[in-house]
């Protein structure tokens, strides 16, 4: 079945305590991305992956780190996590259109809740 | 930076009423996705318009785009309350980067 799996789907930890979300796509797209979400401000996107090794900056880097080292995996590194990070985090995969980002194939969601 | 804005932005109907969202840019598109999203489920994709006046029905839900590729609405025939849910319009930004619209939240009461 074609898909994009998350883990852990929900998660609550401590300001500073270092974590990473993981994000896997068995659909051979190039194209990786997360966005979180949250009431009033809809999904912004944090990082993109065009391809493995190529990852840029979206709207909301600030406090992330990614990485891209296979085409299949892409997960968010929080280095110290703070209270404003507490969100609903997705994983996007999509083949790309045009030389950009296409459809987004999401995964189901981390809820995460930093204290 | 381009933004997409959607209206309304919540949306109270009665089952088999019609309704129209709308989402409009001042920026080009080069496509458009709507999506629609449950609570506390990632965004499933709808359908995809690339055209410009281009529509496209997908069963009581009918898409189009601008000719001017700006702006999208999305209109859906005798919603029923499986239609509750938060819509989205989205597309590619820059070459790279990838925007959501500010989302409709439709609630259809039986």
């Known amino acids: 079945e074609a898909q994009v799996t998350q883990n852990p789907r929900y998660l609550i930890t401590v300001t500073g305590k270092k974590l990473t979300v993981t994000c896997s796509q068995n659909?051979?797209?190039?194209?990786m991305s997360w966005y979180r979400q949250d009431p009033g401000l809809g999904l912004r996107q944090i990082y993109y992956?065009?391809?493995?090794?190529?990852?840029d900056k979206g709207d909301v880097p600030e406090g992330y780190k990614v990485s891209r080292k296979e085409k299949r995996n892409f997960p968010l590194i929080l280095e110290s996590p703070s209270p404003n990070q507490t969100s609903l985090y997705f994983c996007?995969?999509?083949?790309?259109?045009?030389?950009?980002?296409?459809?987004?194939?999401f995964g189901p969601g981390t809820r995460l809740t930093v204290t | 930076t381009q933004l997409l804005e959607q209206s309304p932005q919540f949306l109270s109907i009665q089952e088999g009423e019609n309704l129209t969202v709308y989402c409009n840019s001042s920026?080009?598109?080069?496509?458009l996705q709507w999506y629609r999203q449950e609570p506390g489920e990632g965004p499933v994709l709808l359908v995809t318009?690339?055209?410009?006046?281009e529509v496209k029905k997908l069963k009581r839900l009918t898409f189009q785009f601008g000719d001017a590729r700006k702006d999208s609405s999305l209109h859906i025939t005798a919603a029923q309350p499986g239609d509750t849910g938060l819509y989205l319009c989205?597309?590619?930004?820059?070459?790279?980067?990838?925007?959501f619209g500010t989302g409709t939240r439709l609630k259809v009461l039986a």
């Open positions: 996007a995969s999509s083949l790309t259109r045009a030389g950009g980002p296409g459809e987004q194939y």
């Open positions: 659909m051979n797209h190039e194209y």
């Open positions: 992956s065009m391809n493995v090794e190529v990852t």
């Open positions: 920026s080009v598109f080069s496509s």
């Open positions: 318009v690339v055209t410009g006046g």
């Open positions: 989205a597309g590619p930004s820059g070459t790279y980067k990838y925007i």
